[in-house]
């Protein structure tokens, strides 16, 4: 049992390239979302999926586009990547019993 | 709409003594309250959370949390810090779709 499993690790871009970072849990659950991290500023939600085939916008959304490609897979794209998407991402998914988030161990993206 | 308020982005304390991390949320419904802990370079983890059930929460690595809802808070404490405590530490509340809005965190140094 993996837990949230997240890739890459570490990613460099330069601006306008494009990316794509995996997320996949194993524990069955419904919901999963994207955050980011910055200094100072905690965690901020980017997007959210509530089940297979269903996204909807977080708080900082602009400039990224998910996919909930099955149960297990959340991914999250930049498609232009800007200096300002310099950041730690992270994935979690949810357990509605448990009413408690799991996370991933995040990953890191400088762009340049 | 929610929010979390986290009082001190630093907190130092000496090995053995009492830590205590302050966190003050808004919630336009009852919520649910969270703590996690991030070590360096990994993701988030939790301590421990509330749920409606109990006020007065234990979780782990000998933390607790009492939820005072007549002073919106949810304050973390520890009768005795460890130098394995020393980590960043983060308040969260659940809302709509059940995502987390977090506090900007702090950052707990334990003296020897």
């Known amino acids: 049992n993996a837990g949230v499993t997240q890739t890459p690790k570490f990613q460099v871009l330069k601006t306008g390239q494009s990316m794509t970072l995996q997320c996949a849990q194993d524990m069955n659950h419904n919901s999963m979302y994207w955050y980011r991290q910055d200094p100072g500023m905690g965690l901020r939600l980017i997007y959210y999926?509530?089940?297979?085939?269903?996204?909807d916008k977080g708080e900082v959304p602009n400039g990224y586009n998910v996919s909930r490609l099955n149960k297990r897979e959340f991914s999250l794209r930049l498609e232009s990547a800007a200096p300002s998407q310099t950041s730690v991402y992270f994935c979690a998914s949810r357990s509605r019993v448990e009413e408690t988030q799991y996370f991933g161990p995040g990953t890191r993206l400088l762009v340049l | 709409a929610q929010s979390v308020t986290q009082l001190g982005s630093h907190v130092s304390v000496s090995e053995g003594a009492l830590v205590l991390l302050r966190c003050n949320y808004s919630?336009?419904?009852?919520?649910?309250l969270f703590w996690y802990v991030q070590y360096p370079n990994q993701g988030l983890q939790l301590l421990l959370k509330?749920?409606?059930?109990?006020?007065l929460v234990k979780g782990i690595n000998g933390f607790e949390a009492e939820f005072k809802k007549s002073e919106t808070s949810f304050h973390l404490t520890k009768p005795s810090a460890h130098m394995s405590d020393a980590a960043e530490y983060f308040c969260a509340v659940s809302g709509g779709r059940r995502a987390l809005t977090f506090g900007s965190g702090t950052r707990l140094q334990v003296q020897p």
């Open positions: 509330y749920t409606s059930a109990a006020t």
């Open positions: 919630s336009s419904v009852p919520p649910y």
């Open positions: 999926s509530a089940s297979e085939g269903t996204t």
